[in-house]
Nanobody, 120 residues
Framework: QVQLVESGGGLVESGGSLRLSCEAS????????GAWYRQAPGKERELIGR???????TQSDSVKGRFAISRDIAGKTMYLQMNSLEPEDTARYYC??????????????WGQGTLVTVSS
């Protein structure tokens, strides 16, 4: 079964940048739509951005202008570029995608999450 493997999390100082990656574990037809969520301790999971099948990316107000979502040409990896990080961005970040695994087969998959910690 296909999985989404996340990487790129870690500890960064306030004002710094990180890039998260979300890669399908095996060959797929497409990964559309895709999205990034985050969950801070004691809080609900929050949608922070989407990437449509047409390649249009949208972000929530809380990260607009600082975070950007993109996808590689092969369509197998999705990215979350995070700039001007703030301590309030500390959370576990999850990717999500509707993956086409065969001509007629689709499956919704979540990544395992990667922890981002921003120090003040």
């Amino acid at each position: 079964q296909v999985q989404l493997v996340e990487s790129g999390g870690g500890l960064v100082e306030s004002g710094g940048s990180l890039r998260l990656s979300c890669e399908a574990s095996r060959r797929i037809f497409s990964m559309n739509p895709g999205a990034w969520y985050r969950q801070a301790p004691g809080k609900e999971r929050e949608l922070i951005g989407r990437l449509t099948s047409g390649g249009t990316a949208t972000q929530s107000d809380s990260v607009k202008g600082r975070f950007a979502i993109s996808r590689d040409i092969a369509g197998k990896t999705m990215y979350l570029q995070m700039n001007s990080l703030e301590p309030e961005d500390t959370a576990r970040y999850y990717c999500y995608a509707r993956i086409q695994t065969t001509v007629e087969g689709f499956v919704e998959v979540w990544g395992q999450g990667t922890l981002v910690t921003v120090s003040s």
